[in-house]
């Protein structure tokens, strides 16, 4: 007696089938997906390399190649190749907030207290310079960027000059005068300059400042309190040097000239 083929067992084997086809497909789709997001990325790290070799050229005799084959251990030298020459000199000098903090609020496209996460140090395409690339923590807008807003952003990334890193088995520092390394306990004070080739915020010498050290001495109450320059700030205290720096944002801000200064790398 003729017996009808089993539905259940049919639809299942269908299923399986077509199971079986589905999963042959996905696996090439990711994989060319993760080609591309190589490639993306790839071509994203040769681009920044370009810009950020230009932001942080150095003027070192040679090589850091050059410097290693001509020496022997690790080694470790000091550059202010990223110093600025002295302030500017066409605004207004208030007698308060510090006519040095009024500079930087006009020439900077963001301020914002920050802690360090985590940092990364690279080689400059021309190999003469060492800079960082870091992860912050936003912890507050003092000034947000109206090129790129930072509100709403929970972190940000940030170059500046220096660095660490492991060559051929040795280690080479590079120390920007006046600019220590960041440290995970900081928190900092930070001028940023906005680079729009790469997203990035750029940190300089002397646009940097240490909060969490606390009162180092009468004369010197936090780290970079005396700059070298001719408006050097004088906050009394970490605490101080933030409330300076809102008056001098406040300050920059109904000076129409503040505007054509912004953006100096």
């Not at 920050?114 to 507050?140: F, N, Q, R």
């Not at 940030?158 to 960041?182: C, D, H």
Request: net charge negative; charged share 20%; glycine share 6%.
């Amino acid at each position: 007696m003729y017996k009808p083929p089993n539905t259940i067992f049919f639809r299942l084997l269908a299923l399986a089938f077509a199971a079986t086809l589905y999963l042959t497909v996905i696996p090439s789709k990711t994989h060319a997906q993760q080609l591309t997001a190589g490639s993306d990325l790839q071509s994203r790290a040769d681009k920044n390399e370009k810009v950020h070799n230009r932001i942080f050229q150095s003027f070192a005799v040679g090589t850091i190649p050059d410097i290693l084959a001509k020496t022997t251990g690790d080694i470790t030298y000091s550059t202010g190749d990223d110093m600025e020459e002295g302030s500017v000199r066409d605004l207004d000098t208030p007698l308060y907030p510090p006519s040095r903090l009024v500079e930087l609020a006009c020439a900077t496209d963001a301020v914002v207290l920050a802690t360090p996460v985590a940092g990364v140090s690279h080689l400059t395409a021309d190999k003469t310079a060492i800079y960082s690339d870091w992860t912050m923590h936003v912890d507050e807008i003092l000034q947000d960027s109206p090129k790129a807003p930072i509100v709403g952003s929970e972190t940000i990334s940030i170059v500046r000059p220096g660095g660490k890193l492991i060559i051929g088995g040795r280690t080479v520092t590079v120390k920007a005068v006046n600019f220590p390394e960041f440290r995970p306990d900081g928190k900092y004070l930070l001028f940023l300059t906005y680079i729009p080739e790469t997203g990035a915020f750029k940190a300089r010498t002397e646009r940097t400042f240490n909060l969490a050290l606390g009162t180092q001495s009468a004369e010197n109450p936090h780290p970079y309190a005396h700059l070298h320059t001719a408006d050097p700030v004088q906050s009394a205290s970490p605490e101080q040097l933030v409330t300076d720096t809102r008056a001098a944002i406040n300050y920059a801000a109904g000076k129409s000239y503040c505007a054509t200064k912004k953006g100096d790398l």
